[in-house]
């Protein structure tokens, strides 16, 4: 026993020698900040496009709000975040945390919050007083046995169907006629289908699941939905039986290719006019906006059909680590996330929508705007692709019994078994 | 003291190396399997928040006895055979081929060889869109080739095939290899003297019992040799995959891939027993080779 407890510690050792190598790319490393010195390392996977002007946007405010402390770059980039997170993970195992670091708001933060890496902040909420500035259903989604453990600096809606008007129109679909609920929509997409193009676009495993999430909402309704991740629906049940009939009937209108793609070009099929829809997250709009695609003439949005009336969230939010370098200084990083001036600079630059409900929505594009009023107005309800409404290896066998589900290695009750099985 | 200055040198040269040796491969194995050998599933338990409980093989078991790894194992299998049948095959022939000093020998030589020095990610990305799994009018890369000369039955969803996608992504792999196992076999003919081929000829033989009895027999350590690198190549197979795939894929899984998620669940335990069921398949492998040469050394002395 004692023989494993060196080799243990050689192991320690070795992964803080990956670690220190690691961090030091980001230029944070335990040396400078530990020094109770005035670097705040920003560990992020935001290293390039929309997200990266918006980290530097925020940057800027927090220069502006806090002169005294020096923003250290530590974005990672690669993979949407699984390089960074492999290194978080590393990092978090070995003692040496960054200062803040960037985690989907919701209950992706269990695991980080069961193994104690992470400082309960609600008193900052009360302190910089983000309790009223947030909505109340944010809030209590955010919260976990009464501790709140991040602060969102932005917020992204899920169950959002992107559609090109002229192929719609050229399979005598009005594009302003927004279908009822999921069967008039796949009334229409049989219509598109059958001009010989592809009715719906979707890509790989994620966004399968994605996909699979805005059907639960749309079919359950927001109560029933959010049932689902504490235990009060049943995942046996009739009802998500029907909303996995509606899922497995969409993915018959989807593209052969889908496994190999990722979610830019299944969006980039519905802005070339191959695909009539695509389901994705609002971040999407950036794709249409950066080629010159107007809304409306050129594409048009509208929430998934069914689930009007809720906003599938999914959020970015800031942490603070156990044994962060420079806590205060993470605190006043975090000050600045959550306050007004932060959140309008970040969110501009990045295409989404401030957590908080103060914000003008003058201030923001046209998506923007109408995505900001259906923050106010509508159930908010937590995303399981993004990590809201799930911890990390929920959502993995959720992934995995989707894959099997959609390349045909199980039938619709397997594959109700397997989700129960991996929620519950 | 005479001793000291015989051994002393060469102790002081190798103890560093042994040092690393012990702590970062073989101490590292042993961690694997302790954690293997724990109900280390959380990030709670492996930060030590929550404590961990010895379970012996019973990771294994679960593992063993569930249908997603038993599908990840068969797809290896799967992959494996695919693989090493198509390198040693084209290898073999394309050695074969330019075993007779002919002109051009050496362009060739590299131009087989070449695909190696290409890394896996970045011939994946190519052979991704190559291998589109898109018929008919959508058809890209491979499927639209065969359309544009006319094999349009040729055309098949290649990776996405539930049972056999996973042979499909052997296929570069193959195109990636075979050079390599073409220049072992290379080696192998030119190591066979010239004046056994001509006692053979003086003896009567045909061209074709030359290769037949005398040189193919002599090729066998070669291929020996071939199989175990490309076999033990396949078995961890992980970045080919990871590039044309994506690791929550179900056709495509693999224990290299189970490995990596499990890992980014938290899920230690099953993370380690993977990587220990991968070497155990390893060392079935190659263990017995390395007794074979090694007893071959001993009695060839």
């Not at chain 1, 966004?207 to 359950?220: N, S």
């Not at chain 1, 205060?328 to 306050?339: F, I, K, R, Y």
């Not at chain 2, 362009?107 to 994946?124: C, E, H, K, N, T």
């Amino acid at each position: 026993m004692r023989r494993i407890g060196v080799v243990a510690t050689a192991a320690a050792i070795g992964l803080a020698l990956t670690a220190c190598s690691g961090g030091g790319d980001g230029g944070g490393d335990g040396d400078e900040g530990g020094g109770g010195g005035t670097d705040v390392e920003v560990f992020t996977w935001w290293a390039a496009g929309s997200e990266l002007t918006g980290l530097e946007a925020l940057e800027a405010v927090f220069a502006e709000q806090h002169p005294d402390f020096t923003f250290v770059n530590g974005a990672v980039a690669g993979g949407a975040g699984s390089a960074a997170k492999d290194l978080l993970q590393t990092r978090l195992q070995a003692g040496d945390p960054p200062d803040t670091f960037q985690a989907h708001a919701g209950a992706e933060l269990t695991d980080y919050i069961a193994a104690g890496q992470l400082e309960d902040v609600s008193d900052l909420y009360t302190e910089f007083g983000l309790t009223d500035a947030f909505p109340q259903d944010l809030i209590d989604l955010l919260t976990v046995d009464g501790n709140i453990y991040s602060v969102p600096s932005n917020i992204h809606r899920s169950n959002v169907v992107w559609a090109n008007p002229t192929v719609l129109e050229s399979a005598g679909i009005d594009p302003a006629a927004v279908p009822a609920d999921i069967d008039a929509w796949i009334a229409d997409l049989e219509t598109v289908q059958a001009t010989g193009v592809t009715a719906l676009s979707v890509a790989t495993t994620w966004t399968q699941v994605h996909l699979l999430e805005t059907v639960l909402m749309a079919d359950l309704g927001a109560e029933a939905y959010i049932g689902l991740w504490n235990g009060e629906t049943d995942w046996t049940g009739a009802e998500v039986t029907g909303a996995l009939e509606h899922f497995e009937t969409l993915m018959s209108f989807t593209n052969t290719d889908r496994d190999g793609l990722d979610w830019p070009e299944a969006t980039q099929m519905v802005i070339d006019g191959t695909a009539a829809y695509n389901v994705m997250g609002d971040w999407a709009v950036a794709a249409f906006e950066e080629q010159g695609v107007e809304r409306g003439a050129g594409f048009v949005d509208f929430p998934v059909p069914g689930s009007d009336g809720q906003f599938g969230f999914l959020a970015d939010s800031f942490t603070l680590p156990v044994g962060a370098p420079n806590p205060d200084g993470a605190t006043a990083w975090l000050e600045t996330v959550g306050s007004l001036e932060g959140q309008v600079a970040f969110n501009q630059a990045k295409g989404s929508i401030p957590a908080r409900t103060d914000a003008d929505p003058a201030d923001f594009s046209e998506y923007q705007q109408s995505a900001i009023e259906s923050y106010a107005n509508d159930a908010i309800v937590p995303s399981l692709a993004h990590g809201a409404a799930s911890p990390i290896a929920v959502l993995n066998a959720v992934s995995d019994a989707t894959s099997k589900f959609t390349t045909g290695g199980s039938d619709l009750a397997t594959y109700q078994q397997e989700l129960a099985a991996a929620v519950g | 003291m005479k001793t000291i200055k015989r051994w002393g040198p060469p102790v002081l040269l190798l103890t560093p190396s042994m040092i690393l040796m012990a702590v970062f491969v073989y101490g590292l194995i042993v961690a694997n399997f302790a954690t293997s050998a724990t109900d280390n599933h959380t990030a709670a338990q492996a930060t030590g928040v929550q404590p961990t409980v010895f379970v012996g093989i019973g990771n294994y078991l679960d593992l063993l006895a569930s249908d997603a790894f038993q599908h990840s194992l068969k797809n290896l299998l799967l992959y494996t055979v695919v693989f090493l049948v198509g390198t040693m095959v084209i290898g073999f022939m394309w050695a074969w081929l330019l075993e007779r000093p002919m002109r051009g020998e050496g362009i060739f030589r590299s131009v087989y060889l070449f695909p190696m020095a290409v890394s896996f990610i970045a011939s994946g990305v190519v052979w991704r869109w190559l291998l589109n799994s898109n018929e008919g009018e959508q058809a890209l890369g491979l499927n639209r080739l065969f359309q544009m000369v006319g094999l349009d039955f040729l055309q098949n969803p290649w990776w996405n095939n539930i049972t056999w996608g996973i042979a499909a992504i052997a296929l570069p792999a193959i195109w990636q290899l075979s050079g390599y196992v073409m220049a072992l076999f290379l080696a192998g003919f030119r190591g066979v003297p010239v004046e056994l081929r001509e006692a053979g000829r003086m003896d009567g033989a045909s061209e074709w019992q030359v290769y037949r009895h005398v040189i193919f027999p002599q090729l066998s350590p070669v291929a020996l040799s071939a199989l175990i690198i490309i076999g033990h190549m396949s078995l961890k197979a992980f970045d080919l995959i990871m590039s044309i795939s994506k690791p929550s894929n179900y056709q495509t899984k693999v224990p290299a891939v189970d490995m990596y998620v499990f890992k980014s669940s938290f899920d230690y335990a099953n993370s380690a027993a993977v990587g220990a069921i991968l070497l155990i398949i390893v060392a079935v492998l190659v263990i017995p080779y390395l007794i074979y040469t090694n007893r071959k050394e001993v009695s060839g002395r």
